[in-house]
């Protein structure tokens, strides 16, 4: 069945390094994806997003990564912050589901100062 | 940019009662927003889909007749939890998605029951 998932749900990184979380998904028909930091008590917020027709995306200290060959997702955060510390959760769908979003099981980010 | 609010923030009811969440777009329409719901430490799963206007989608083993949904205007949709019990304590949140479909899904801040 449909299903986004996680291979690391904790993850420790000293303050200044660069942080790398990963994301694996079943559905080959998915061709949107997003990437999310909730902070404990409050909704999901937006990092970055990829269609399917990139393999690679970049924003402020973020980059996304798409490999729809082995259908794995990834989330690279460049010289992690203290304020980074949050939980990450990737979220996929697509055109047949409309903007329902299948959520991964969430990996938890601790930056060590 | 786009602003999802959802009041309250916290509830605590007694068990049997009914309680009332509100998800708002601030500065945009939405025809279509979602419920979900998380546990502790858990991720988020969806529960319903409001339609503007018409009846929700609910998701599989979701009961519809627990979880009222009322989506009256593009900018406002009402989840109704109908006689609390302990089990359904969670994190409710909602997201939304403006008209044209091209900006990533917003969610509004939560909303923690806690049913005693």
């Known amino acids: 069945g449909e299903s986004v998932g996680l291979h690391l749900p904790t993850l420790s990184v000293q303050e200044g390094d660069n942080s790398i979380i990963n994301c694996a998904y079943s559905n080959s028909a998915s061709d949107y994806f997003i990437w999310y930091k909730q902070e404990s008590g409050k909704g999901p917020q937006f990092i970055i997003d990829i269609r399917s027709n990139m393999d690679k995306r970049q924003g402020q200290r973020v980059t996304v990564l798409l490999n729809k060959t082995v259908k794995h997702l990834s989330l690279q955060i460049a010289a992690t912050q203290p304020g980074d510390s949050a939980v990450y959760f990737c979220a996929e769908t697509s055109r047949n589901r409309g903007n329902k979003l299948t959520f991964g099981g969430g990996t938890r980010v601790l930056v060590k100062p | 940019g786009a602003v999802v609010s959802q009041h309250p923030s916290r509830v605590i009811c007694k068990s049997g009662t009914s309680v009332k969440i509100e998800c708002r777009s601030l500065d945009f329409q939405a025809t279509t927003m979602f419920w979900y719901r998380q546990f502790p430490k858990q991720s988020l799963m969806l529960m319903a889909t409001s339609n503007e206007g018409s009846k929700a989608t609910y998701e599989q083993g979701v009961e519809k007749d627990k979880f009222l949904i009322n989506h009256a205007s593009l900018t406002l949709s009402t989840l109704t939890v109908t006689s609390a019990h302990p089990e359904d304590s969670s994190f409710y949140i909602c997201?939304?998605?403006?008209?044209?479909?091209?900006?990533?899904?917003?969610f509004g801040n939560g909303t923690r029951l806690t049913v005693t």
């Open positions: 997201s939304a998605r403006d008209l044209w479909g091209v900006s990533p899904l917003h």
